[in-house]
T-cell receptor, first 112, second 116 residues
Framework: LAKTTQPISMDSYEGQEVNITCSHNNIATNDYITWYQQFPSQGPRFIIQGYKTKVTNEVASLFIPADRKSSTLSLPRVSLSDTAVYYCLVGDGMDSSYKLIFGSGTRLLVRP | NAGVTQTPKFQVLKTGQSMTLQCAQDMNHNSMYWYRQDPGMGLRLIYYSASEGTTDKGEVPNGYNVSRLNKREFSLRLESAAPSQTSVYFC???????????????FGPGTRLTVT
């Protein structure tokens, strides 16, 4: 499974767009990119998954360049409740168990 | 639907004691997972079960055993607890989609375990 690198922490203000970039230089052809959100004392929550180009859902957008060596999670107009840890993960699309390997994540603090 | 439930929520053990953490899901998912999360760290996979009747080791299986009792339930057992196993334990489940891989796992609320 490819290793990921993401910033340890980020600060933002309410109403701003937040972009968290993740590096995964050794991503393999079959790997998918997934992002999770975790609040204190809770289990992680799935945000979005993508393979290439751009994926958007009601919560976030995921931008993946053509070489797929990095990806950017975009959170539009964040609020205080978006303060959490965000994990970027790369998984093997050929593994039927779809295991996830979590790194340390990015701690996002949204200020009023 | 309750989703993924875990019992107990909290537990304190003495070194050498044993216990079983219970996990159940009501979403009819095939795959189930056990993770541990140490303070300030990401989650680490202990064991997983891709489908009923199968279990496999994850990153950190030493000191643990698992049982996939049926499709709904996946238990984690500590035979002889050690202080290094003090952690928060999360159970998760996921479905395998016919249209391609899905990494959307549903997590339980966690069990906070302290071993003294």
């Amino acid at each position: 499974l490819a290793k990921t690198t993401q910033p340890i922490s980020m600060d933002s203000y309410e109403g701003q767009e937040v972009n968290i970039t993740c590096s995964h230089n050794n991503i393999a052809t079959n790997d998918y990119i997934t992002w999770y959100q975790q609040f204190p004392s809770q289990g992680p929550r799935f945000i979005i998954q993508g393979y290439k180009t751009k994926v958007t859902n009601e919560v976030a957008s995921l931008f993946i360049p053509a070489d797929r060596k990095s990806s950017t999670l975009s959170l539009p107009r964040v609020s205080l409740s978006d303060t959490a840890v965000y994990y970027c993960l790369v998984g093997d699309g050929m593994d039927s168990s779809y295991k996830l390997i979590f790194g340390s994540g990015t701690r996002l603090l949204v200020r009023p | 639907n309750a989703g993924v439930t875990q019992t107990p929520k909290f537990q304190v053990l003495k070194t050498g004691q044993s216990m079983t953490l219970q996990c159940a899901q009501d979403m009819n998912h095939n795959s189930m997972y056990w993770y541990r999360q140490d303070p300030g760290m990401g989650l680490r996979l202990i064991y997983y079960s891709a489908s009923e009747g199968t279990t496999d080791k994850g990153e950190v299986p030493n000191g643990y055993n698992v049982s996939r009792l049926n499709k709904r339930e996946f238990s984690l057992r500590l035979e002889s607890a050690a202080p290094s196993q003090t952690s928060v334990y999360f159970c998760a489940s996921s479905e395998q989609l016919a249209g391609g891989p899905s990494y959307e796992q549903y997590f339980g609320p966690g069990t906070r375990l302290t071993v003294t």
